[in-house]
């Protein structure tokens, strides 16, 4: 599959209710040669205005971060789970989960990104393992397939508890450092 292929299959997408709810599909954004991979849970509210992920106040955070340890948004690849935005903001459910998960696989297929980095509980539950505790393991690089894996709060996280700012940025700083050292052009 192209990716104009798979991003027009997930804009007609009705594998779910969300395809009725939502303003745009959000399919991803940034570089498509990525060795690096974000990945959050579902688009918020600004992410279904404007059809890209994480340009709300919780991305805005995030390119804090990702500016802070010297990584440009625009080396990256992000994307969430579910390409569609839940109702208030919800969690995503598992049958949407379930329903959003070959776009995202296919994303990966077409990137091949050395490390993903899973944004929050959700995406790590999802994609590394479902019973992964995000205030225990984030940060904790794991080897899963031919994939180096890690988690970090969600942004959003941050911005309602501001006591983990610092563990998200100790994360950072070791994702850069891994990247600096195995990730080298």
Not at 29 to 35: D, H, L, M, V
Not at 95 to 114: F, G, N, T
Not at 161 to 172: A, I, L, N
């Amino acid at each position: 599959m192209t990716w104009d292929e798979l991003e027009s299959a997930c804009g007609q997408c009705e594998r779910c209710s969300l395809c009725r709810t939502k303003t745009n599909t959000v399919f991803g954004t940034g570089n498509r040669q990525a060795k690096l991979m974000f990945v959050g849970e579902a688009p918020g509210e600004q992410e279904d205005l404007s059809g890209i992920p994480f340009v709300g106040a919780a991305g805005k955070l995030l390119d804090q971060y990702l500016t802070a340890v010297g990584i440009e948004r625009e080396q990256v690849y992000i994307a969430n789970i579910l390409k569609c935005r839940p109702p208030r903001n919800r969690d995503p459910l598992p049958e949407e989960q379930d329903a959003c998960m070959a776009y995202l696989r296919e994303q990966v297929k077409l990137i091949k990104p050395q490390m993903i980095v899973c944004l929050g509980r959700i995406s790590a539950m999802r994609l590394i393992r479902p019973d992964f505790k995000i205030t225990k393991e984030h940060g904790i690089l794991v080897r899963k397939g031919n994939y180096v894996m890690t988690a970090v709060y969600h942004p959003s996280a941050l911005l309602r508890d501001m006591s983990k700012r610092e563990d998200m940025y100790k994360d950072m700083k070791r994702i850069r450092m891994y990247c600096d050292e195995y990730m080298a052009e």
